[in-house]
């Protein structure tokens, strides 16, 4: 399995992107720097110095000393060496000293940066916030600062001492720069290869661990919603996809750490194993017991450690850093990852057999598959509607109607809403509409808030349709096409016929004819609004009661055809037949609301019980 958009944040942080980006900033960075950099690279000239010492002065102490029988030049030169190894002390002092002419600079560069891009966030979204701020402010800025000064150290460090010895090998024969060199590059080829697809998989492993906890997170906070809407299985679903794809990310990363682990043998143990079968040879063709004893210490003491910090630090602090560093180089922070909140797992086959087959998404086939067989995880749709925390009270002191209600419908979705009278139904769907903004909490229909934003105009996106329908002195083409000036005739005539609408428009004389409002019935408005509905470009349709003066077979024509139409339908019911009709029942009961399916309300609010039996003793 692939994540679900591990493969874009791959190739984000392995592609040249935000490497490049990185690029100018870096440079201007160090180019206002120089003095820093000159005294940095000074003292690490004395790292090569002192590198070179130690294996040399050894060579010259079994040479010069021990094999040639004098035992105090050879300890002379022992003594040259520990003295270059004692020297390494001041001499990382003074690495360390320039060090923070680099690390102090940057994190205050990058507070500056992280406090403009927060406030730049906050200009752009008024009350939006940016939670990941303080995170970058504190956290983010100490790894940059940390893994930072550690790539310097280690890099530098690498330079100088393979500096130092290269130069050292040279100087004791040239041919062991044949025998080690080969294996060293070929490791350290190796692992430049592997860094790239490195950075991918790390990447692609946080987004994957942040996603999962993010879900958690949600989760938890949202325990009440998903039992109360039955979707534990939808959440477990979910879960254990982001579980598998943190799994698949953790296994890509292992099998790169796996290359990068060959690398470093490679690079580090197999010069050591060739320059021991090779000493035969080399003994053989001249070069001394000294010289290898030499190149053994410059192999052991110097370049194998550099190499292996090297290769730890750039593999882990330099991914880190590239990583954490796009935070900064974005000019929006990034956005905190959203994962959906759980939904309702499509009708099964018991519910489907009661109620007709869900709204087809746009450019889906007419099969029930609102959710579609397996949905991407992550990130999903914007819902068509959603109310967070929202209550109402239609005054100061006044008991409010809704009280911190939570919903999600998702596009497509089907859903009924029922309570007792005076609970809240209408207020709800007024809010939704944007016609009453909530004392607090937020509603957006297909992501934009309703009410106090300069999103979209709200006509576009939404159609209310209240129980006493508008029928306004005009042409019955006037009156349908109203919401869509534009609808051509076969568009109006298709509305007409599955609304069922047909003899009424043959009755009052067809398209063009002139409708006197007074002269039609109630159900007969409700019917020309519902036409009028149907034909709207708006995705979400509110039905407010707006088919309780039809008689019930007109009433489930006009439902099933407004359900079926792409998009998303809300309907107040006041039949049983509506709630069984869809997806799922919203039961409004003053101190909470429940949501489910009719079946499983029906198992678990004893009010829908209630409403339920009292709808079907009611007439009609
Ligand atoms: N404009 C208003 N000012 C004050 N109170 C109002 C207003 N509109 C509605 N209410 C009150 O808010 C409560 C909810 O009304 P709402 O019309 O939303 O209920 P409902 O469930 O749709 O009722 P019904 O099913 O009988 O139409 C009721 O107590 C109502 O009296």
Redesign the pocket.
């Known amino acids: 399995m692939t994540a679900p958009d591990g493969g874009r944040a791959a190739e984000h942080v392995a592609g040249s992107g935000p490497l490049r980006r990185l690029v100018p900033p870096a440079r201007r960075f160090l180019a206002g720097r120089k003095g820093v950099l000159a005294r940095l690279a000074a003292w690490s000239v004395a790292e090569s110095a002192q590198t070179f010492l130690v294996g040399y002065g050894v060579a010259q102490a079994v040479d010069r000393g021990f094999l040639a029988g004098d035992t105090g030049t050879g300890l002379g030169w022992l003594a040259v060496a520990a003295v270059a190894v004692v020297l390494g002390a001041p001499v990382v002092r003074g690495v360390f000293a320039q060090l923070a002419g680099l690390t102090e600079p940057l994190r205050d560069r990058l507070v500056r940066r992280a406090v403009a891009q927060s406030l730049a966030a906050a200009l752009a979204r008024p009350g939006g916030g940016d939670r990941a701020a303080v995170s970058r402010l504190t956290n983010q800025v100490e790894i940059v600062r940390d893994s930072f000064a550690g790539l310097v150290l280690t890099l530098r460090s690498f330079v100088f001492t393979a500096a130092g010895a290269l130069v050292g090998l040279f100087s004791l024969d040239p041919v062991l720069l044949v025998v080690v060199v080969p294996p060293l590059a070929g490791g350290l080829t190796l692992f430049l290869v592997t860094l790239r697809p490195m950075a991918a998989a790390q990447r692609r492993a946080l987004t994957a661990d942040e996603a999962l906890g993010d879900h958690a997170a949600r989760l938890r906070g949202a325990l009440r919603d998903v039992t109360a809407c039955g979707t534990q299985a939808e959440a477990e679903r979910r879960g254990a996809l982001l579980v598998a794809d943190a799994a698949a990310a953790s296994r890509v990363l292992a099998r790169w750490a796996a290359v990068r682990t060959l690398a470093l043998g490679t690079a580090g143990q197999l010069p050591v194993l060739v320059l021991l079968v090779s000493v035969p040879r080399l003994h053989g063709s001249g070069v001394t017991t000294g010289a290898l004893l030499g190149a053994f210490t410059y192999l052991a003491q110097a370049l194998l450690p550099a190499l292996h910090t090297l290769m730890t630090a750039v593999g882990a602090a330099g991914t880190r850093l590239l990583v954490v560093l796009e935070r900064f180089t974005t000019t929006e922070p990034p956005a905190p990852r959203t994962v959906p909140a759980p939904v309702p797992e499509p009708a099964g086959p018991a519910t489907a057999a009661t109620g007709p087959a869900p709204p087809a998404p746009v450019g889906a086939t007419d099969a029930p598959q609102r959710l579609g067989p397996e949905p991407p995880a992550v990130p999903r749709a914007t819902p068509a509607l959603e109310l967070r925390a929202v209550t109402l009270a239609?005054g100061a002191r006044a008991e409010p109607?809704l009280d911190a209600l939570d919903l999600r419908v998702e596009d497509g979705e089907h859903l009924a809403v029922v309570?007792p009278?005076?609970?809240?139904?209408?207020?709800l769907t007024r809010l939704v509409a944007g016609t009453l903004a909530p004392s607090s909490g937020v509603v957006r229909v297909a992501g934009h808030p309703v009410t106090g934003g300069d999103g979209p105009d709200p006509a576009a996106l939404r159609v209310l349709t209240p129980h006493q329908a508008y029928v306004f002195t005009g042409t019955v083409r006037d009156n349908l096409a109203y919401l869509r000036p534009r609808a051509g005739r076969a568009a109006i005539e298709t509305a007409v016929r599955r609304l069922g609408a047909e003899r009424l428009v043959e009755r009052l004389g067809g398209l063009d004819a002139p409708v006197r409002p007074g002269d039609l019935s109630l159900g007969e408005r409700q019917l020309m609004a519902l036409v009028r509905a149907h034909l709207s470009a708006a995705r979400l349709l509110l039905l407010d009661?707006a088919t309780c003066h039809l008689d019930a077979a007109a009433e489930a024509r006009a439902e099933e055809a407004l359900a079926r139409r792409p998009g998303t339908l809300v309907v107040?019911a006041h039949r049983i037949s509506s709630a069984v009709r869809a997806d799922r029942v919203l039961v409004l009961d003053g101190a909470g609301a429940a949501c489910g399916t009719h079946r499983e309300l029906l198992a678990r609010s004893a009010l829908y019980r209630d409403l339920v039996g009292h709808w079907s003793r009611s007439p009609g």
């Open positions: 239609y109607v309570g009278s005076g609970i809240g139904k209408s207020t009661e107040v």
